[in-house]
């Protein structure tokens, strides 16, 4: 999966957990939950989609990592290229 | 087969906790007795009419309030677009009480000044309560063991308010007799009154095909006319059900939305007998659907939804006769605010009744009083309410004794025992309580408590 494939993605996941929310023009360097409204519980959900969709295991220490879109797709890169 | 998680009964509690288990990536089987999902919340066709059970409106309507009001909360736990819901509010309600009326709509103002104008200082009171109401929600303190009519004279001084208060919140989710616990009075005093009530275009129908839609979609199942005759165990433990046909299914929880008593029954290791069997199904309702022929606006019933009671203490509790038309509550369908008006206008009139009589009236005499009681409502409905007898083209009702069928509530009590176990715990581990019995009542109350239960047990 490419960079951008990446960031497709998790706008995907983030959609369906947040049908609610506009997610155009998301600013890949601000921290996501200023741009979206996310919980805690959200966040939760997001590693889930990613363990269910992709087998990817975000362990806890690593969450501060996907923090920002930016963030979270360079940290996502290494683990997904070969999907 | 094996799953990882059955839920017993598809109501709005088995869905929400169905649903969530299934997004938590649990392989989830949904298994109801009955041949259409909903339970209390259902909806089935007589007379050419598709007619919705239990539905009168959903509280916590509150269009503006940010991710944290408590049916915004809900909706993304279970990934539900508000928008599909297509809430319409109510136009204005009444509260009926011995001569005196107030009117409430969605706009918390409406209520302060109406209570203010018939009972000067009121509005300072209501607003602390508001405030105290949300103060328990923001820290999860819904039950407290406190008794809500020991409290409220610290809110509001004059009993004849109190009663006023006091009769929408308990007709909308109180299981016990007479008085309700502090914390559940403030939860549904906020989600009636200040957060406000409305109605989803279509009825309750939607709602549930978009339910069993999600729960397909993320991977769950749900097997209808698929009756649970008993929980089994295995070291204590729950490890599946075996359904009224014989079939073994293996589980590594199971959820019951039964009730608890029922539940028990159903799990002989779990003990039916203390609190919770006490009081449990005392409460119950007579309930009549009026088709009008015509909507009731014509008629000069603007109300969307009407509380009445005719004595000076609201007597809240299981009545000597079979019905109790000392008080009830009207609830015009038709007059929310949708954006494509419904078909036809469906009243419902429903009051306290005594599940003993409807239960063990001999059939004959069942159906006698079932015909009977109905035009001996509408005969005794307040006179601020229009007669609308003559524009009523079809007519249902349920006592008790139905809601017993179509549910296997005990004594057809639909708000279950006063007892409530908001944890979902049960002595058996692996079995978890959901729905009526756990916590909150209630469209919102059951899912909220369902997917609170899921969230709780499945995240361990």
Known sequence: MTADGIRQAIIQIISEIAPDEDLTGINPDEPLRDQVDLDSMDFLDIVMELRKRYSIEVPEKDYPQLATMSSTVGYLLPRMESL | MRYDAIVIGAGMAGLAAGLRLALYGKK??????HSRPGGLNSWYRAGGYHLDVGLHALTNYNPAAGRDAPLNRLLRRLRLSRAALKLAPQKESWILHYGAKLVFNNDFACLLDNAQARFPGAADG????????????MEDRF???ES???RLPEFIAGPMLREMILMPVMFYGCAAQDDMDWGQFLIIFMSVFEEGLCRPEGGIRPIIDLLTERLAAAGGELRLRAGVHRVITSDGAATGVILDNGEVIESGAVYSSAGWVETAAMCPEMDPAGETAAGAGAMSFL?????LDRPAAQLGLDASIVFYNNAPRFAYRKPEAPVDLQSGVVCVAGNF?????????????THIANPDYWMQAPDAQYHTAKDEWPVRSLAALPMDLPDFRSAIAFHDTFTPRTIKKF?????????????KHPDGA???PGLYVIGTDQGLLGVTGAMIGGVAVAARTALV
């Open chain 2, 28 to 33: 989830t089987l949904v298994l109801e007795r």
């Open chain 2, 126 to 137: 209501l607003r602390k309560l508001a405030a105290e109401a949300r103060r328990h929600y």
């Open chain 2, 143 to 145: 039950f407290t063991g």
């Open chain 2, 148 to 150: 809500a009519r020991a």
């Open chain 2, 287 to 291: 309930e009549t659907i009026h088709v």
């Open chain 2, 337 to 349: 605010g949708y954006e494509t008006p419904p078909p036809f206008e469906q009243v419902r009139v």
């Open chain 2, 407 to 419: 549910t296997g509530k005990l004594n057809g009590a639909v708000y279950g025992a006063p007892q």
């Open chain 2, 426 to 428: 049960t002595p058996v």
